[in-house]
């Protein structure tokens, strides 16, 4: 059969393959048009699979809502570059995706590309996407909530994107505090929605962690525990001339004991960390030191946990995300958190432009 300017121009409507592409598929399938679509998925995976060794880091995340309004649903696509994420078929795709993952049974990756998604699967409209576009992209993970109330927030046009579910009535008041959550989430990155979810034995490395940080830097250990220190550093541990600074500095009335360490060696703040080290046992049974280490805990905890997160836009800048959440609904409670941040944990490459332009212009 003759090949023609229109079947090649139905072809590649359909694939979105190259004219040459499309019309060297209907003459090897002497212009079937459905096994030519099946020739030019064949060739897609083999140009995927060139292109699977590529670092995809880029890309975008965006979310979903079911018509009730009690799932919503994230997703995350990376591409090779940021001129990719900004493609117009790239953002369909991607929010297709999310659209796709309100129904998905789990947040299985082999499970997910295996759905149905226009006309084929979501793993067979990935691959013919990085056939057309030319870059290694990939579905790095979905996740959905469901709840009485929901909100998502996109952030820096979907390099960020949270969703999160409460328990409590779905009034406007409430979703408007949400959505403000939401906000503060996307820019204070908690790791835990509260205290609770943190397990003891992660609680015990922090308290660890903490402890061992502030032997490590004695000048900021309590003055009793440090003058002691310094005591036994002077009195023989460190060399003539810190031990001579010390003895200077403690005679001058006058001076501020904060900048001690800016006339101290670096050996001579080593040894020092060393002799606090060696009274671990010692000083965490100092009721003092003991206070320090549990205050210096609390201002983690209020870091990393978004309840005890100070609210953001709070007036008078002490109020936390949990009062803030009390004061528009005392029934309302947050039931789960998802954060998404595009690249997040992949090892991006280190691109030196000038030295690939020198590399080309020497071939």
């Known amino acids: 059969?003759?090949?023609?300017?229109?079947?090649?121009?139905?072809?590649?409507?359909?694939?979105?393959?190259?004219?040459?592409?499309c019309k060297k598929a209907l003459v090897e399938t002497d212009g079937d048009i459905d096994a030519a679509v099946e020739v030019l998925k064949e060739k897609g995976l083999s140009k995927a699979a060139k292109k699977a060794g590529r670092i995809a880091a880029m890309?975008?995340?965006?979310?979903?809502?079911?018509?009730?309004?009690?799932?919503?649903?994230i997703v995350e696509v990376n591409s090779e570059t940021d001129f990719v994420a900004k493609n117009e078929e790239f953002i369909n795709f991607v929010e297709g995706l999310a659209k796709l993952a309100l129904t998905a049974e789990s947040t299985d990756m082999e499970a997910f590309k295996a759905m149905a998604f226009d006309g084929s699967t979501v793993g067979e409209a990935l691959t013919a996407?990085?056939?057309?576009?030319?870059?290694?992209?990939?579905?790095?993970?979905?996740?959905?909530v469901s709840g009485d109330a929901l909100a998502s927030y996109i952030h820096m046009g979907g390099k960020i994107g949270v969703i999160?579910?409460?328990?409590?009535?779905?009034?406007?008041a409430n979703k408007e505090a949400l959505n403000n959550v939401a906000m503060q989430v996307a820019a204070m990155n908690p790791q835990y929605v509260s205290r609770d979810e943190i397990s003891d034995s992660e609680l015990a490395n922090i308290k660890k962690v903490t402890l061992e940080s502030a032997l490590n830097d004695p000048f900021t250990l309590p003055k009793p525990i440090l003058n002691g220190l310094l005591d036994k550093?002077?009195?023989?541990?460190?060399g003539e001339e810190d031990a001579a600074v010390l003895a200077e500095k403690r005679e001058d009335k006058s001076f501020n004991f904060n900048y001690l360490p800016n006339f101290i060696s670096e050996e001579g703040k080593a040894k020092l960390a060393e002799l606090a080290v060696a009274?671990?046992?010692?000083?965490?049974?100092?009721?003092?030191?003991?206070?320090?280490?549990e205050g210096r805990i609390s201002k983690q905890l209020k870091e990393i946990c978004l309840l005890d997160?100070?609210?953001?836009?709070?007036?008078?800048?002490?109020?936390?995300?949990?009062?803030?959440?009390?004061?528009v609904d005392k029934a309302l409670s947050l039931a789960k958190v998802v954060r998404?941040?595009?690249?997040?944990?992949?090892?991006?490459?280190?691109?030196d432009f000038a030295a690939e332009v020198a590399a080309q212009l020497n071939k």
């Open 1 to 21: 059969m003759a090949v023609t300017a229109q079947m090649v121009k139905e072809l590649r409507e359909m694939t979105g393959a190259g004219m040459m592409d």
């Open 59 to 73: 890309g975008l995340v965006k979310t979903a809502f079911s018509e009730d309004g009690k799932t919503a649903a």
């Open 129 to 144: 996407l990085i056939a057309k576009i030319g870059e290694n992209m990939s579905i790095r993970r979905i996740e959905k």
């Open 164 to 172: 999160l579910a409460a328990n409590g009535e779905d009034s406007d």
């Open 233 to 238: 550093a002077a009195g023989g541990v460190w």
């Open 279 to 293: 009274a671990k046992a010692e000083i965490s049974e100092n009721k003092i030191f003991k206070g320090l280490v």
């Open 309 to 327: 997160q100070t609210y953001v836009r709070a007036e008078d800048g002490k109020q936390t995300v949990s009062k803030y959440l009390e004061s």
């Open 340 to 351: 998404y941040e595009v690249g997040e944990g992949i090892e991006k490459k280190e691109e």
